[in-house]
């Protein structure tokens, strides 16, 4: 689901713009044909937090991983919507953590799996589990 609003960015007038992997900001130039241009672009997995700063104009912050990308590590955006954006990045950022960790997990297992070895009995020589004899001196392997 896409989520967008109209904010400011750094003096830009435009629309910020959730989809499901990037926040971007994009402002329309021109009087009569209009045309838009995307002014930044940030994956949730580079954001490290959101935050609402501002005493009289409330911005949403965030705050970018500079290993992850580069450029500025801190973004505002000026809107009238805070509360609901800054909901609706930190609802993204989490989706997004869960997915990585879903495929961290299993790659994790495949791993395992495909490195599990057994000594053979009869000469000590490490096979897969999924060998039926040695590969060293071909005596059969596994459960008697």
């Known amino acids: ?6 904010c400011k960015y750094r ?25 838009s241009r995307l002014m930044i672009r940030i ?18 912050v965030v705050f970018v991983d500079k290993l992850k990308m580069s450029g500025i590590p801190r973004h505002e955006f000026e809107t009238k919507n805070y509360y609901e954006l800054k909901n609706q990045i930190q609802n993204k950022i989490n ?3 869960d997915n990585r960790s879903q495929i961290v997990k ?3 297992v495949r791993e395992v799996i495909s490195t599990v070895k057994i000594p053979c009995p009869y000469c000590g ?10 590969s060293g001196c071909g005596s059969p ?4």
């Open 43 to 60: 994956p949730f997995d580079a954001i490290l937090s959101v935050d609402i700063n501002g005493m009289m104009t409330k911005k949403v």
């Open 1 to 6: 689901m896409v989520y967008s609003t109209a």
């Open 125 to 134: 020589m490490l096979n897969e589990v999924t060998e039926k004899t040695c």
């Open 95 to 97: 989706l997004s953590k």
């Open 106 to 108: 299993e790659v994790h």
């Open 141 to 144: 392997i596994g459960k008697s």
């Open 11 to 35: 003096g830009n007038y435009g629309k910020v713009i959730l989809d499901e992997d990037s926040l971007s900001f994009s402002r329309e130039d021109g009087f009569l044909s209009k045309t």
